[in-house]
């Protein structure tokens, strides 16, 4: 099986949509695929590291607008064989326009999305976040026949999450671990905040490991903040997260992808909301008693941090609740220890739709 990947990271995006791409891409290649990805170049874009990961990645010229890159990429599509069997979109900028122009050099197309703010043409789609009354998010946007595949129990998290899952000691609510991570590249600089934040509470015995990623423009900055805060142990682009955020007891973190890592691992969090699209999420796993919502990050200071994080590190309670909630979350229903591994799953159902249609054909 074939399949094309249509997806872009830079610092001023984040990293998000590439990542979650690569996780399904992995669970695709165990299965025998061949994949490749096709990106825009950017400031901080993640070429290098797809390839690294065995991915051969395209990248189209200047920075095109749709039709372009609609065009683009069907020659793209053109030169690789003439049509895959997948083309995997995971991008805001996309809709169902350029989706349409893509259908001759597509067999079928999977959307991932999570605005649900334009229409697509496409013959499934994800998105992986939680809304209230989700099951009819895509009505009248997504084909009749298309198959959706909706909220948290999808997650695309990478293997080492399930394995840190398996390994998973229950939280009693005591805090003697934070994590920090803000996402990949952290435009809003909320790190900085929280390590103020931490500074400011001096909290004997108290351990935080703060990660950032490669594209964070003040790594430097952070990397020597680190080293006046007490505790702190400072990460760059590592491959160990799950690990991390297994063995910690409370994070500090932004909306978005990560939201679904930590609670997959039943790490309760203060979150920030660092872009639009994350608010309506984090404020609904917030109603739900998941997270605790400190708001968007223009509003958001280092004394606001410290006066939050004082409050939760006085109740116990509250963050037991708050890791069984999101447990339970993860796995669709009352039984917190259920998962359907959803990257192999949809991996398989993409192959058996791909058998189908061959079977039809023949």
């Known amino acids: 099986m074939k399949i094309g990947i249509r997806a872009d990271a830079s610092a001023a995006i984040g990293i998000g949509h590439v990542m979650r791409c690569l996780t399904l891409a992995d669970a695709l290649r ?55 069997d997948w083309l995997v979109v995971d991008h805001y900028g996309i809709d169902a326009g350029w989706e349409s122009a ?45 198959r959706q595949w909706l909220g948290p129990r999808h997650a695309l998290l990478r293997a080492e999450f399930e394995t840190a899952r398996r390994r998973l000691r229950r939280r009693d609510g005591s805090v003697r671990r934070i994590l920090v991570f803000f996402g990949g590249s952290d435009p809003t600089n909320e790190t900085e905040k929280a390590l103020l934040a931490l500074q400011a509470l001096d909290l004997p015995g108290l351990h935080a490991d703060v990660v950032v990623g490669a594209a964070n423009q003040q790594k430097e900055r952070i990397e020597q903040l680190c080293g006046s805060v ?71 200071s280092a004394e606001s941090i410290r006066a939050a994080l004082r409050r939760v590190l006085a109740d116990p309670e509250a963050v037991r609740e708050k890791s069984a909630a999101a447990l339970r979350l993860m796995a669709g229903g009352e039984d917190e220890n259920a998962h359907p591994g959803a990257a192999a799953g949809l991996a398989r159902w993409m192959f058996a739709e791909r058998r189908d249609d061959a079977h039809n054909t023949v």
């Open 230 to 300: 007490p505790g702190a142990v400072f990460h760059c682009q590592i491959s160990h997260i799950a690990e991390l955020m297994a063995e910690a007891d409370l994070a500090l973190g932004a909306g978005g992808t990560a939201t679904w890592e930590r609670c997959f691992l039943g790490l309760p969090t203060l979150t920030v909301t660092v872009a639009d699209n994350q608010e309506e999420t984090t404020a609904a796993l917030a109603e739900a008693g998941v997270i605790w919502n400190l708001g968007p990050a223009s509003g958001t």
């Open 102 to 146: 893509l259908r001759l050099r597509a067999r079928k197309i999977l959307v991932i999305d999570d605005r649900a703010d334009r229409r697509h043409d496409c013959d499934a789609l994800l998105d992986q976040n939680y809304y209230i009354g989700m099951e009819r998010r895509y009505d009248g946007l997504v084909p009749p026949s298309c």
């Open 30 to 84: 165990d299965g025998g695929a061949d994949i490749f990805f096709i990106c825009k170049r950017l400031q901080g874009d993640l070429g290098d590291y797809i390839s690294q990961r065995g991915y051969a990645v395209h990248f189209l010229a200047g920075d095109p607008e749709p039709d372009d890159d609609a065009l683009q990429c069907g020659a793209l599509l053109e030169r690789h064989g003439g049509a895959v």
